[in-house]
């Protein structure tokens, strides 16, 4: 099984920063995606940014110039460190990650969820 262990939310003042972590533990033989969506109330779970199957780093366009994502699916962490923060961003991040345990078997995991609250 693979667990993912988020961490890093919190309560910030527009403008401020922070950054989030993802870990996946468990016995994964690859990752093929890992990446960071957002679910504020009443909205579905949007993608926030992604390191793809093709290595390719993709983000929303609401976060493009703020958002950074950094770390490696080898070691399967990564990191969202979220500049300039904007009230518009609070939500529920979640750390979502595609893998596969075995040639027979691919996974879609989802974290708990962090909550991120930006105060005006």
């Known amino acids: 099984q693979v667990q993912l262990i988020e961490t890093g939310g919190g309560l910030v003042r527009a403008g401020e920063s922070l950054t989030l972590s993802c870990r996946a533990v468990?016995?994964?033989?690859?990752?093929?995606?890992m990446g960071w969506y957002r679910q504020s109330l009443g909205n579905r779970r949007d993608l926030v940014a992604v390191?793809?199957?093709?290595?390719?780093?993709r983000y929303a366009d609401a976060v493009k110039d703020r958002f950074t994502l950094s770390g490696d699916k080898q070691s399967r962490i990564m990191y969202l460190q979220m500049n300039s923060l904007e009230q518009e961003d609070t939500g529920v991040y979640y750390c979502?990650?595609?893998?596969?345990?075995?040639?027979?078997?691919?996974?879609?995991?989802w974290g708990k969820g962090t909550q991120v609250t930006v105060s005006a």
């Open positions: 979502n990650v595609k893998a596969r345990m075995s040639s027979f078997q691919a996974v879609d995991v």
């Open positions: 468990g016995d994964v033989r690859s990752i093929s995606d």
């Open positions: 390191n793809d199957q093709y290595g390719l780093k």
